[in-house]
Structure formats: C-alpha cells, structure tokens
C-alpha cells in the first residue's frame, strides 16, 4: 500500500489525496508549469514528489505539512527548497512574485476559503502570477479568485479521473 493511501486512512481529515498523482497528471501540470516565464514556483502538498519531479529549470519550494512525506522529500529533492509547515502559514509570508501549484484535491473548505483571501490578496500585490490545481470536481471550486483567465483540463488516466484547473 502506498505511502500517502496510509496515511489517508490513518488521518483522512488531514491528508488531502488519496494516491500520489499520476504521471499523466503530474506531467500535464508541469507542462503548464514548465511554459511559464515564472521562476519562483511554490508547490504545496509536495506528497511524495509525484509532480515535483517534472518542474524543470524552476525555482521549485515544495511545502509539505506531513513530518513523513516531508523527510520522503527532503531525501528526494536535495536541490529543492523543501519546507515543513503548513501551505496557507507559509503563503502569507511569500513577498516575491510566484506561480502556485496545488496538488491535494480534497481540501477542506475552510482551508479552501483561506486560501483564496491569500490569493486575491497576492494578486492585488502583483505577486501571485498564475495558480494551478489538480482537484476530483469538474465545477470551478475557486470562483471567487479574481484572475482574468481559466482553463480546465481533465486527465481521464488517472485515479479517480481528475481535472487540472489553470488561473492566470
């Protein structure tokens, strides 16, 4: 059984996927990612590296709650900016401009909520360029952001199929 499953079963309030991405997934959100003029790049929910390991020529900050998937990480990623906090704690304190990716697809919603106040916020302070988040729903679950474009990609060869929603 795969590390992050484990996890989810032990503490499913807490661990926001179920399976790390697919490689299908990952790669698409790292197309996207790998195209962009942005250098600092802010990955939170880092797991067990699934996506990271696609950025490429990228400042890459992969933030990561959980003690266990942040030492998977760290011991992974040596050239990597790996930080064990909490994603939305550390957000607040990001004063440069960057791009976001978010790959945990079951977020509680207050932690949803919070995190689209930072957003706009960042965005209203020309830090924030763009977001990208790998999610299960198919309906825009970040609404409220205030990006003038998005764009919804379905990967169908994941599990379950999952949608990649771009703001930019």
């Not at 990561?64 to 990480?73: A, F, G, N, P, S």
């Not at 957000?91 to 995190?115: A, F, Q, R, T």
């Not at 020309?126 to 919804?152: P, V």
Request: glycine letters at 4%; a positive charge.
């Amino acid at each position: 059984m795969n590390l992050i499953l484990k996890k989810f079963i032990k503490d499913p309030k807490n661990i926001g996927a179920i399976a790390p991405s697919s490689n299908r997934s990952a790669k698409k959100i790292a197309e996207l990612v790998n195209l962009k003029s942005t250098k600092n790049i802010i990955e939170i929910g880092g797991g067990t590296g699934a996506l990271s390991q696609f950025i490429k020529n990228k400042n890459l900050t992969i933030i990561e709650r959980d003690k266990d998937l942040y030492e998977v990480l760290k011991r992974k990623y040596k050239c990597n900016n790996i930080v064990h906090s909490c994603g939305l704690a550390y957000l607040k304190n990001v004063n440069e401009e960057y791009g976001l990716i978010i790959s945990i697809p079951m977020m509680k919603n207050d932690v949803k909520l919070n995190l689209i106040n930072i957003i706009n916020q960042h965005l209203s302070e020309n830090k924030i360029q763009w977001f990208i988040i790998l999610g299960y729903r198919y309906f825009n679950q970040f609404e409220q952001l205030r990006f003038k474009n998005k764009k919804r990609h379905l990967v169908i060869n994941n599990i379950p199929p999952a949608f990649i929603w771009h703001y930019f």
